[in-house]
């Protein structure tokens, strides 16, 4: 009886999730349960299989889109992939190209959903928003990727290596090209395209400066770790910018040494 517990706690979670989703008031609480599902996919795709994890999924969004909507199911579809495939590639992609992959996922669903369902009435008037979505889009993707990853590796207690993580070069070199032609474009268009792509690639810096944030804090005393978690917290903006800043300058500082360590054999990928 005991191996059924997981499978049926997952199939529950889901629905539970699909569930509060329906609700407005209760929309941030699904918000922030949807980001265990991964978690829990990859459990049961771990400790009774791939296949097993799939048709569960499977079930428990259509029981979604039966009791509240397709557009609910299709919302949260994405987050048992997540898990899955974390599983999948365990020890096959690097964690930096794992949350590329789920990224670039979560972008799609986000992309399908908004041609489908589209945006809120509220949403559609603000101008900013409607011409940067799509580098929102997977600016956001980018940083629940992240996320998800990190919770599957507290609940499975499996080491991914977030604490190691770092981008290829190339990304800068992007970056600089992007942000070129952001402020001298030769046409609105052309701006408009190049700084939906700046706001996606500063995402994945963001996601590599809070992978700096996590190797600074293990050599930090208790009270420095609750400051800098305070800090986080009370100033989310500020600490997004840092984030970004630190992503950035760590190609040319290595903050973490890796490079040292690829050096000495130690950090080999």
Request: proline share 2%.
């Amino acid at each position: 009886m005991g191996k059924y517990k997981l499978p049926v706690f997952y199939l529950g979670f889901v629905v539970l999730t699909g569930a509060l989703m329906g609700i407005e008031a209760l929309v941030p609480l699904a918000l922030g349960l949807s980001l265990f599902i991964p978690a829990l996919a990859y459990l049961v795709s771990r400790d009774l299989g791939v296949s097993l994890a799939l048709g569960i999924s499977f079930f428990g969004l259509g029981a979604v889109w039966f009791l509240e909507s397709w557009k609910i199911a299709m919302e949260i579809a994405s987050f048992p992939l997540f898990g899955i495939l974390a599983r999948i590639s365990k020890g096959k992609l690097k964690t930096e190209n794992l949350i590329l992959v789920l990224s670039f996922i979560s972008f799609g669903m986000t992309v399908i959903e908004d041609f489908f369902v589209g945006l809120p009435e509220e949403v559609q008037t603000l101008t900013w928003f409607l011409k940067l979505k799509w580098g929102l889009y997977f600016f956001s993707s980018v940083v629940i990727s992240a996320i998800s990853v990190g919770i599957i590796s507290v609940v499975s207690k499996e080491d991914f290596e977030f604490k190691k993580l770092k981008f290829n070069f190339w990304l800068i070199l992007v970056f600089l090209v992007f942000g070129f032609l952001t402020i001298i474009g030769w046409n609105e268009t052309l701006r408009l395209v190049a700084g939906n792509f700046l706001i996606g690639i500063l995402g994945i810096f963001v996601v590599q400066g809070f992978s700096i944030f996590s190797h600074v804090l293990d050599r930090l005393s208790f009270w420095a770790k609750l400051l800098m978690f305070a800090a986080i917290v009370f100033f989310p903006v500020g600490a997004v910018i840092t984030a970004a800043l630190a992503g950035i300058f760590d190609f040319w500082f290595d903050f973490r040494k890796l490079n040292k360590e690829v050096g000495n054999g130690d950090h080999l990928t």
